[in-house]
């Protein structure tokens, strides 16, 4: 019995050690299929790796350096029969496809196989999330470089082709640095398309080197660092010190970046509307003559009235009547078709306000000449011969759902932000789409309680963008070319702020748009994100714990009384909350039902406990902000 009790506490001592080693397995993207063995491949001094196939040399670079930084293992590349093993596979795998890999880990070996060097990348980001948490802080892991991956074998492959984040860099400029770093961020969890929002009425911000004005004054405003829209106009005489643009050269590093990374970027010159910026370098060429153009610097010139339409204080649209806007979208689509070897381009289309167009001479002479019956055949108008110009330089032209107006190009493809209606109708016309509706995926949004948010007009939580699904009922999926998320950045002024507005939601993107329906589990997909944000802070990639705060409304019981009713996202979490002005913690009143708010109630505090741990923060409401959450009755 002795020795029985001894071989137990031994046995149970070195499973000790083992798990101590060996993170679980919390992968994200969720792999099409994991099966997990017995044991670990642990860790030596040194290690022999080795890459079969051509077209891996960059692969084979980027892992051995990352993973001797993040382990402290020196891996020696050697020709064969080596401790890791990168195989381009000699007869295609049907299973896998162009982007799919294998990845088999025994206790004396790591094998990963596929067929395009893709595939080898994405098995790579899998073999960086296996390995422990404190890998993440690239220092060897410090002391102590002991270190293992559990056995297991996995296949895998996306869902769609098309995984994309676009980035607003227009709005508020980013630097060549920091989209080399967002790239390095969303390559982590298998995204393959940048789409780079390059103008706006904010900012023109990248070289045209036969327009030179659109960089000389589209770039520049003057710096607003305050509320967004919160501020008079510029002075005519205030310095213009806010902006930046890419040059020729640092677009073809970041492509050239982006490339290594198995990223395409899509560019976005966004017409006609949304133009102040190209307005502010050639003020001729809108439809309303005499206006005073400059780039905007945040203050207000729409109105988005409630439940009416949008219209411009001050007119943001290229004329489509003007020959010469066509002349010069000729230079800029001829440049940026040189620039970027994608496929698409992207030329926006997106809020164009009708209102001084319907009062535009030019452009009621260009109905009448071309048969244009109303604003939406304008814009339709502008549109196809846009489609003309762009696909003259070999390139298929992308727009936001609205270019559906008026009647689409032909061989244009559709973006569909305003929800998935415009993508369907696309899909069924026969022309290929992405979806990226705002309902899911719309990364500037507040992601939790709303008055500890910075200010935007809307919100998604978290747990809304992981029930994104890009493929509607029946429509036919080979026009559906993927989905993204977009992240707009009229409030983000600093990358810090793009860090915390990504993450998690663009986990979330990622699980949506990599892994197949059936395998996403909101509480699964909850456990691991706990885990990539224990790996984030090892890696300071800064992110949002929104998803842990309360969600917060009223009701009130038609008696006087307001009743206080609290949802959640994360399952096993318990809600905590005082209303005697004291900061509560586990030991207050918890939340279990609709509760009736004593009068005398000024605000509800709120912490939140999962594990016996805190998760998030405290969220302080006054009964005013209930009040105003309470349904009339
Ligand atoms: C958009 O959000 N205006 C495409």
């Excluded at 780039?295 to 219209?311: I, L, R």
């Excluded at 190009?409 to 022309?431: D, E, F, L, Q, T």
């Amino acid at each position: 019995m002795k020795k029985l009790l001894g071989f137990l506490s031994l046995s149970l001592f070195v499973f000790a050690v083992s798990a101590q080693q060996t993170d679980p397995i919390h992968i994200i993207p969720q792999p099409l299929s994991l099966i997990k063995g017995d044991g670990v491949f642990g860790s030596k001094q040194t290690m022999s790796f080795s890459i079969h196939g051509a077209g891996t040399d960059n692969i084979a670079q980027q892992f051995t350096v990352r993973f001797s930084n993040a382990t402290g293992t020196v891996l020696k590349t050697e020709k064969t029969n080596t401790d890791i093993e990168f195989h381009l596979l000699d007869k295609s795998d049907n299973e896998l496809g162009s982007e799919g890999y294998r990845l088999t880990v025994l206790p004396t070996k790591i094998t990963l196989h596929a067929n395009q060097p893709a595939g080898l990348f994405y098995g790579m980001q899998t073999i960086f999330q296996l390995l422990p948490k404190k890998a993440e802080g690239n220092n060897g892991l410090r002391a102590k470089n002991v270190w293992s991956i559990p056995v297991v074998t996995i296949t895998d492959k996306p869902r769609f082709g098309w995984r994309g984040l676009m980035f607003d860099v227009s709005r508020h400029f980013f630097t060549k640095q920091e989209v080399k770093q967002f790239i390095d961020e969303m390559v982590r969890y298998k995204f393959n398309l940048l789409h780079l929002h390059l103008t706006d009425d904010q900012g023109w911000r990248i070289q045209i080197k036969s327009l030179p004005q659109l960089t000389d004054i589209g770039a520049w405003r003057p710096l607003r660092e305050g509320k967004w829209a919160n501020t008079p106009d510029p002075s005519p005489d205030e310095p213009k010190t806010y902006g930046g643009f890419y040059t020729h050269d640092d677009i073809r590093e970041l492509v050239q970046y982006a490339k290594d990374r198995f990223v395409n970027i899509l560019p976005e010159i966004d017409i006609p509307g949304h133009s102040m910026a190209m307005l502010a370098s050639f003020p001729d060429l809108s439809a309303t003559p005499g206006t005073k153009y400059w780039v905007n610097a945040g203050e207000k010139f729409m109105e988005w009235p409630a439940g009416a339409h949008f219209y411009a204080l001050k007119d943001n649209n290229l004329s489509p009547a003007n020959e010469k806007v066509y002349q010069h979208l000729d230079k800029i689509f001829t440049e940026v078709a040189q620039l970027f070897p994608f496929e698409y381009i992207h030329m926006g289309g997106d809020e164009t306000a009708k209102n001084f167009w319907e009062k535009s001479d030019e452009i009621k002479a260009l109905m009448q000449r071309e048969k244009l019956k109303d604003m939406d055949a304008v814009q339709s108008y502008f549109v196809k011969r846009v489609e003309k110009i762009i696909s003259s330089k070999g390139k298929k032209m992308m727009g936001w759902d609205e270019i559906l107006e008026g009647g689409l190009a032909p061989g244009a493809s559709v973006m569909s932000w305003r929800g998935m209606k415009g993508g369907i109708a696309a899909a069924k016309a026969n022309h290929t789409v992405v979806m990226s509706p705002t309902d899911f995926a719309y990364l500037d949004y507040y992601q939790g309680e709303k008055t500890m948010e910075p200010p935007v007009y809307a919100g998604l939580r978290l747990q809304k963008a992981y029930q994104f699904d890009p493929l509607p009922d029946s429509i036919d999926p080979k026009f559906i070319l993927g989905g993204q998320g977009n992240l707009w950045t009229e409030q983000i002024q600093n990358f810090s702020a793009v860090q915390y507005m990504l993450w998690p939601r663009a986990l979330a993107i990622a699980e949506s748009v990599w892994s197949p329906k059936e395998r996403k589990n909101w509480p699964d997909f909850i456990n691991r994100v706990e885990q990539h944000f224990e790996r984030m802070n090892f890696a300071k990639i800064r992110y949002s714990t929104a998803m842990y705060d309360p969600i917060i409304s009223a009701q009130n019981d038609g008696k006087g009384n307001l009743i206080l009713v609290v949802d959640k996202e994360i399952p096993d979490m318990a809600v905590h909350f005082s209303i005697d002005e004291s900061n509560p913690d586990h030991t207050y009143r918890q939340y279990q039902a609709p509760y009736t708010l004593p009068k005398d109630v000024a605000n509800v505090k709120f912490v939140c406990y999962k594990n016996g741990k805190q998760v998030g923060r405290q969220i302080n409401i006054s009964v005013e902000e209930l009040k105003k959450r309470a349904p009339r009755r």
